[in-house]
């Protein structure tokens, strides 16, 4: 999918896009921290870590974490966006995962429409 940030269009990976490129790579993804509740400079949040392994033998370890608002949803969307984070990173894709937007002031998901061609 593409959002729209200071007048420009940039190309950003979805839950279903980053978990296709795993099955694709055969990662091996798994949760090594977390998600969990805890509070750093005096703010709750949510932390998760999570290592992809790629076949080849590459691994990766990202970390995500998200402001605690909505606990049940928030321990879900915290663990989500760091396996997407370790997909991405584990496979040299340096683009912006889906959970990132709201973290963009301004930022706005872009439509499209994809022209078809006719034989």
Do not use: W
């Not at 990976?13 to 980053?18: A, E, L, R």
């Not at 949040?45 to 999570?50: I, N």
């Amino acid at each position: 999918m593409f959002l729209r940030t200071n007048g420009r269009e940039t190309l950003y990976v979805t839950k279903q896009g980053t978990d296709q490129i795993a099955a694709r790579e055969r990662l091996c993804r798994e949760t090594i921290k977390g998600p969990e509740v805890v509070t750093i400079e005096g703010k709750k949040v949510v932390l998760c870590q999570v290592r992809a392994k790629h076949p080849d033998g590459r691994e990766e370890v990202s970390t995500a974490t998200l402001a605690l608002a909505d606990p049940v949803n928030d321990l879900m969307k915290c663990e989500t966006k760091a396996k997407r984070r370790a997909t991405l990173s584990v496979c040299g894709l340096g683009l912006l995962a889906e959970d990132e937007i709201e973290t963009i002031p301004g930022a706005q998901p872009v439509s499209l429409t994809i022209p078809t061609t006719t034989a």
